[in-house]
């Protein structure tokens, strides 16, 4: 099994900067993509941003460069750093990740709890 742990989440106001973590955990041989969607109150899970393995990045495109992907391999982590945040990125911010659990072993994808991000005044 796999878990994937999100911390960061929290009240911030609009202007301000939030970096949200994710670490995977448990029966893992590799990690391939990681990544972040949101799912705002009302709306359906969208994308926001993923990474591969060897760093490649991928937006969703609609946060205007506010938002940077990164990740620690040794760690399993993926982070995602958030700038000039605005009210309308309130969201629960969910990751994932594309796991190994074995050498030759299948793909599977992981999903963490979620963690909410509010901006409010």
């Known amino acids: 099994q796999v878990q994937l742990v999100e911390t960061g989440g929290g009240l911030v106001q609009p202007g301000g900067s939030l970096t949200l973590s994710c670490k995977a955990s448990g029966s893992i041989y590799s990690v391939r993509d990681m990544g972040w969607y949101r799912q705002a109150p009302g709306a359906e899970r969208a994308f926001v941003a993923r990474?591969?393995?060897?760093?490649?990045?991928k937006y969703a495109g609609s946060e205007d460069g506010r938002f940077i992907i990164s990740r620690h391999n040794g760690k399993n982590e993926v982070y995602l750093q958030m700038s000039s945040l605005k009210p309308e990125d309130t969201a629960v911010y969910y990751c994932?990740?594309?796991?190994?659990?074995?050498?030759?072993?299948?793909?599977?994808?992981?999903w963490g709890q979620g963690t909410h991000v509010t901006v409010s005044a």
């Open positions: 994932y990740a594309k796991v190994a659990s074995q050498f030759m072993g299948p793909v599977e994808d992981y």
């Open positions: 990474i591969s393995a060897g760093g490649n990045t």
